[in-house]
């Protein structure tokens, strides 16, 4: 079985903070696929990353980045210099090609960003 | 921003009545997927598609049953909906494989009284 744990569920910030969000993951196999989505006070689901289990290298996006290592079994996600608009739910998700087509969701950690 | 649309965006119904949610999408993905989501469950797998007529059991699928007779039409039906079922729904495509990226639909909130 597959386990995807957000361990903080809700951080609280001021504006141009960096804050990173944690995610820990269990799987047996191999080659599996993780991704972060984004779900702002609106509602939707928003992609913001998906990387493959043999491509370790970090990356960055703006203010964002990711920090995956395969050792801890973590997939870590800073945002630098926050701001308000990053006030969201931010989901870390884990899928693999044994995982039955399922796509396993954290909790999700509640990001606030006061001004 | 994937072309999926939800119908109704929100909806409250009695218990005991059928409701059927529409999933739209126009991009000829063939993976769709249903999901709900709930406070302390995050978001949880109901059913999925993996083509026309073709469609399989996610981690909470009791008490929902879907259908799907065209590529772009993903239909989830409550038979008989019960407060339990209280919750925001999602629908999801992805690509030809199943560990493509889900691209999600704007969700449709549903009260069940």
């Known amino acids: 079985a597959q386990k995807v744990t957000q361990a903080q569920t809700e951080i609280s910030v001021v504006e141009k903070e960096d804050v990173t969000l944690d995610c820990v993951y269990e799987t047996r196999d191999t080659t599996y696929y993780l991704f972060w989505y984004k779900q702002p006070p609106s509602g939707e689901l928003v992609f913001l990353i998906r990387?493959?289990?043999?491509?370790?290298q970090n990356e960055i996006s703006g203010r964002y980045s990711w920090n995956f290592q395969k050792s801890t079994s973590s997939f870590n996600f800073t945002i630098t210099a926050s701001q308000v608009v990053d006030s969201a739910v931010y989901f870390c998700?884990?899928?693999?090609?044994?995982?039955?087509?399922?796509?396993?969701f954290g909790g999700g950690t509640r990001l606030m960003v006061k001004p | 921003d994937a072309g999926i649309t939800q119908s109704p965006r929100h909806k409250v119904t009695e218990t005991g009545t059928p409701v059927t949610l529409r999933c739209h999408q126009t991009e000829n993905h063939r993976y769709m997927y249903w999901y709900r989501q709930d406070p302390g469950h995050g978001l949880r797998l109901i059913h999925y598609s993996y083509g026309v007529k073709d469609t399989d059991k996610g981690e909470v699928s009791d008490g929902y049953s879907v259908s799907r007779s065209k590529t772009e039409d993903f239909l989830l039906t409550l038979e008989s909906a019960t407060s339990s079922q209280t919750s925001v729904y999602f629908c999801a495509i992805s690509g030809e494989s199943a560990t493509d990226t889900q691209y999600f639909g704007p969700g449709t909130r549903l009260t069940v009284l």
């Open positions: 990387r493959n289990s043999f491509d370790e």
């Open positions: 998700a884990l899928t693999s090609n044994n995982a039955g087509n399922m796509l396993t």
